[in-house]
């Protein structure tokens, strides 16, 4: 029998979670449950960092980026004997469920509460759409939409100047940011884990832009972690006849006010979360597919593989 809920954030924020964690609050509110917020992540959730919500609580944060509850890491997580302190201070403060906004990490955080007997409810929230389970996690959007904005400031001035500007966006070995931006923007190349890499070829096409196409411009989209993208700028700039410029977006990607589509997202996997926790559902994750909130085992999520990209990078293809 369910009398309250807790919910943390955990792992790299995101844009949403705080529309996630309103949701969470609200709707559970709404159906007669107490709601804990839990500073920190899982370390406040082992010491025993936790907060009343309330209506008020949440009110005025649908629109801001980032987590009012915080996050951080703990590796230490993982041990058996931190997982039964966890369920012990859980306990200790009557808090029956928990609801997870964070990635995969946090998703087997919750799978190992649930086994532990305190049902747990995973929402998916980064930027780099990179967990199984969902077309679309919390934050996806936002961060597409600042990636966007970005390059297309970038292609006014490549175009003044005969530049190639090479933009490194964030994926962790993921490259949804990179192929989404890159159709987007109009960019010329992609280069992201699922295409792989290849220096010359990239050299070459681009003396191939420049002296048979006449662009003015170049736009380089690349995943992070897959070349020094500094050196790759100079390399362009010894090698064609673009003047080679690096821009690393970096975490400015990760914040700012989060999309309307990531707030009705993460609003209605937020509902869905406190759904499951109803029914008597733990060890779940929530997500949408096919344009559908639905859930799933987190251990059978976490097993199956990531859909697959290539229509995307096809149609890239054809548009260059």
Known sequence: MIRRIGILTSGGDAPGMNAAIRAVTRVALANGFEVMGIKDGYRGLVEGNYIPMDKSTVSDILNRGGTVLGSARLTEFKDLEIQKK???TLQNAKIDAVVVIGGDGSYRGAMALTKLGINCIGLPGTIDNDIPGTDFTIGFDTALNTVVEAVDKLRDTSSSHHRCSVVEVMGNRCGDLAVWAAISCGAEIVITPETGYDELDVLERLRYLDKAVKKRHAIVVISEKIADVDELARKISQNTG?????????????????????RVLASMMGEKAVDLLMDGVGGHCVGMIDNKVTSMPIEEALSSPRHSRKDLYRLFDRLV
Do not use: E, K
């Open 242 to 262: 673009f003047a080679g410029r690096a821009t690393v977006l970096g975490h400015v990607q990760r914040g700012g006010s989060p999309s309307p589509r990531d």
């Open 86 to 88: 966890a369920v012990q």
